[in-house]
């Protein structure tokens, strides 16, 4: 079936410091790829998405991209701020079922960023 | 932000009591959903649905109904909960004007003792 797998956390880094955060997927075909965001005490946010092969996502400094061949979507800043300590959860929709929007998220990374 | 609100946002409550969290939105999003958060898993489908009256299950729907009488209203329902159930639960929309992006409400923290 369809799952996704992220590195186990906390991850702590100081500010500044390069992050990465690893996501691989198990799916059939071309599922679309999401990294969401939580703060903490709020709802999930969308963050950044990638919905074919070799496709790049980014937003605030944040990427990641869709690598087929490893089935991977891991995650990168250059350089982290305090302001970024938050879960992050890589999602997938599996392909074929982009009308249903149904995401399978993985178990999401805990990121702590100290000054 | 597109217009999601859950209620309560807090509620501890006994085991074999009902209970019922409502998610309700402003936008006519035609999809919505129910998800769980727990610590190890993520968040976990329970139901969702595609229309007013048309419900599906989701990955973990045991012990939960759904119900979807208006646009922008998407109950659920603990007929009889147990602390199993004591969760963080999310209600989504999909925004299919942004390439199907889901958007998500604050969460309802429920407490099950």
């Known amino acids: 079936g369809n799952s996704v797998t992220q590195m186990e956390g906390p991850v702590t880094l100081s500010e500044e410091a390069f992050l990465t955060i690893n996501c691989t997927y198990t799916a059939t075909g071309y599922p679309s790829l999401f990294w969401y965001v939580q703060y903490p005490g709020e709802g999930l946010q969308l963050l950044l998405k990638a919905t074919k092969a070799d496709d790049k996502g980014s937003n605030k400094g944040f990427e990641a991209t869709y690598r087929k061949e490893t089935t991977s979507f891991h995650l990168e800043k250059g350089s982290v701020q305090v302001s970024d300590s938050a879960v992050y959860f890589c999602?997938?929709?599996?392909?074929?079922?982009?009308?249903?929007?149904?995401?399978?998220f993985g178990q999401g990374t805990t990121l702590q960023v100290k000054p | 932000d597109a217009g999601i609100t859950q209620s309560p946002r807090h509620k501890v409550t006994e085991t074999g009591t009902p209970v019922t969290l409502r998610c309700h939105q402003t936008e006519n999003h035609r999809y919505m959903y129910w998800y769980r958060q727990d610590p190890g898993h993520g968040l976990r489908l329970i139901h969702y649905?595609?229309?007013?009256?048309?419900?599906d299950k989701g990955e973990v729907s045991d012990g939960y109904s759904v119900s979807r009488s208006k646009t922008e209203d998407f109950l659920l329902t603990l007929e009889s909960a147990t602390s199993s159930q004591t969760s963080v639960y999310f209600c989504?929309?999909?925004?299919?004007?942004?390439?199907?992006?889901?958007?998500f409400g604050p969460g309802t923290r429920l407490t099950v003792l």
């Open positions: 649905s595609y229309g007013v009256k048309d419900t």
């Open positions: 999602a997938l929709i599996p392909d074929g079922s982009s009308n249903t929007g149904k995401l399978i």
């Open positions: 989504a929309i999909l925004d299919t004007s942004s390439y199907n992006e889901q958007f």
